[in-house]
């Protein structure tokens, strides 16, 4: 049966990190984006949630709780909703610490998962985007050869989220005609990590570009093992998580867009009592709620374990359209103050933009 209401324990996790969203992340998302920067304090305060460790098990040093994607795109959303680029901070470590947790080895989860269970904030990061206007993750330029029991990596990466403080990365490569990922360490001989990337919108977000020159790593550096590891299956998770931060901040617009016009006054009416202004805002209403039923199937079929690459790019196509259409049409229902920074609007514009044409920032 398909239900289209949430548990009680989704409500739950709504309710509280909409109040989190509410509480530390609106109030200094403006104050990031100027500063092109996340306070340490909130990295703190967001580790103390659980979002990453909560879904390791206790073996590894987690609390074991069972993986949702579907709870967990509901969460992100209402982290969007205060800001894109402080929910996906929060939200980082699970990047490389899901991958190795769906399709690590014994070994590898022995290794890398209690990383993320500490007391402090740590995180490693996913190098999936590439350089170039023809770039596509799934098909990666970076190459991989063998070279006795070490494999070369060789290439460039670029948007990867804090580049400048992750432990480790999860590399994309094409191996002969496989696409594989790799774990690289950040201290790993010819790995070259750029000044932080200076950006349309997520100014507050640092990303870094990478360049692997014959990166040499040893055979267990593979993730999955010998047999490798379905690395689709990590983008789907990536780009459905995407998709949800879109969500929120579409909402947020919306949400923003709503009480200004029925406050500002144009020629002696509100200018929502104006036919163009509310049907554009019911407009805007009617695309979020389609974003957010594309966004829960994409994460309900890869919750189940079925072939979920078709709902995936629909869900991800779709957001990144209609969050760019949505935070336009909000700039022109606020008309002047569309473009002053008074306003968070503007900024909104700037990250769906942004958004849309990225890869690997997150994962649910």
Known sequence: MISFGMSEEQELVRDAMREFA???????????????????????????????????PEAFGGA?????????????????HGDASLAIAAMA??????????????????????LFCGGSFATGSLAASEPGPLADASRPRTRAETKGDSFVLSGRKTMVVFGD?????????????????????????????????KKMGLRGLVTTALELERVEVGRDALLGG??????????????????????????????????????RVAFDEPIAKKQSIAFRLAEMHIEQHATRMLVWRAASLLEHGEDATKAVWQARSYAAEKSMWIADNGVQVLGGHGFIREHPVEMWFRDARTLGVLEGMVAI
């Open 22 to 56: 509410a509480d530390a992340i609106r109030p200094i998302a403006r104050e990031c984006d100027e500063a092109g920067a996340i306070p340490d304090d909130f990295l703190e305060t967001a580790w103390t949630l659980g979002l990453t460790s909560t879904q390791i």
């Open 64 to 80: 074991g709780e069972e993986r949702a994607m579907v709870t967990n795109a509901i969460l992100l959303e209402e982290l969007a």
């Open 93 to 114: 470590p699970s990047l490389f610490a899901n991958a190795i947790l769906d399709q690590g080895t014994d070994e590898q989860k022995q290794t890398y998962l209690p």
């Open 165 to 197: 403080r992750a432990s480790h990365f999860l590399v994309t490569a094409a191996l002969g005609d496989d696409l594989a990922a790799f774990i690289v360490p950040r201290d790993a001989s010819g790995l070259r990590i750029s000044d932080p990337e």
């Open 226 to 263: 010998p047999e490798g590891a379905d690395v689709l299956q990590i983008l789907n998770v990536s780009r459905t998580a995407l998709a949800a931060v879109m969500l929120g901040l579409s909402r947020a617009v919306l949400e923003y867009c709503v009480p200004y016009a029925k406050d």
